[in-house]
């Protein structure tokens, strides 16, 4: 999949996302630096989170808005994805609280990944069929 130009540092920072999700995952294999225990894991996502997510879904968010309103049937996707943000953050706000955190950072861990396929398979391939001139126009040094 040749990613428009806009979209190449989102996709860079789905393949990070990626790795952090199979590292979370109850089966995870073992990654040389990278502990297995789950205090360490949660220690893990936290950074993960505060230093690529958040951005992350801030810029994600502001290519939506540039969006919106062009196209219904990506209007409806950006609806979904706007609400898998949603979700992905409140089951990550949550895992301090859970009794059982191995499973929910597995379940975390699983929602991100399939959110992430559906924005790489099938948003960013509508967006660059349907927008490639909006997507022309975005610069991310200021997001």
Not at 5 to 16: D, K, M, W
Not at 107 to 132: D, M, N, P, T
Request: glycine share 2%.
């Amino acid at each position: 999949m040749v990613r428009h130009a806009a979209l190449v540092p989102l996709s860079q920072e789905h393949n990070r996302l990626l790795f952090v999700c199979r590292y979370l995952k109850k089966d995870a294999a073992a990654y040389e630096g990278f502990p297995l225990e789950i205090p360490a894991k949660l220690e893990y996502i936290v950074k993960v989170f505060q230093e690529v997510m958040v951005p992350h879904i801030q810029k994600e968010e502001y290519l939506f808005e540039a969006c919106a309103g062009k196209d219904p049937a990506l209007d409806a996707l950006i609806q979904e994805l706007v609400l898998e943000h949603q979700q992905i953050s409140r089951m990550y706000s949550a895992l301090t609280e859970q009794t059982d955190l191995e499973s929910a950072m597995d379940q975390l861990a699983r929602s991100l990944e399939e959110h992430i396929r559906k924005e790489e398979r099938v948003f960013f391939e509508q967006l660059q069929q349907s927008q490639a001139a909006l997507l022309d126009s975005i610069r991310w040094e200021n997001k």
